[in-house]
Nanobody, 119 residues
Framework: QVRLVESGGGLVQAGGSLRLSCAAS????????MGWYRQAPGKQRELVATITSGGSTNYADSLKGRFTISRDNAKNTVYLQMNSLKPEDTAVYYCNAGVYLSSNYDGYWGQGTQVTVSS
């Protein structure tokens, strides 16, 4: 079984910064892509950013320049540095990972961490 645990969410004023972390644990052989998604109230879950095991990144166009995704493969951890936060960034942020187990490959989600940006 694989578990993803996010941390680092909270309340911040507009213009501030937060750093989210997501650590994967369990019977992991290796991890392919990891990513962050978010879901605001009344809206669908949307892509924030992804990063491959080799470090290639992909961002939602609207977030380029403010958000930075990174990962530590040795720790099975992905990070999301969020700068110049805006009230519209308020959402639950979810971590996702594509994990190779001993005999199969599957995608896993974390439980989510709330980010609230006040104006």
């Amino acid at each position: 079984q694989v578990r993803l645990v996010e941390s680092g969410g909270g309340l911040v004023q507009a213009g501030g910064s937060l750093r989210l972390s997501c650590a994967a644990s369990g019977s992991i052989f290796s991890i392919n892509a990891m990513g962050w998604y978010r879901q605001a109230p009344g809206k669908q879950r949307e892509l924030v950013a992804t990063i491959t095991s080799g470090g290639s990144t992909n961002y939602a166009d609207s977030l380029k320049g403010r958000f930075t995704i990174s990962r530590d493969n040795a720790k099975n951890t992905v990070y999301l540095q969020m700068n110049s936060l805006k009230p519209e960034d308020t959402a639950v942020y979810y971590c996702n990972a594509g994990v190779y187990l001993s005999s199969n490959y599957d995608g896993y989600w974390g439980q989510g961490t709330q980010v609230t940006v006040s104006s």
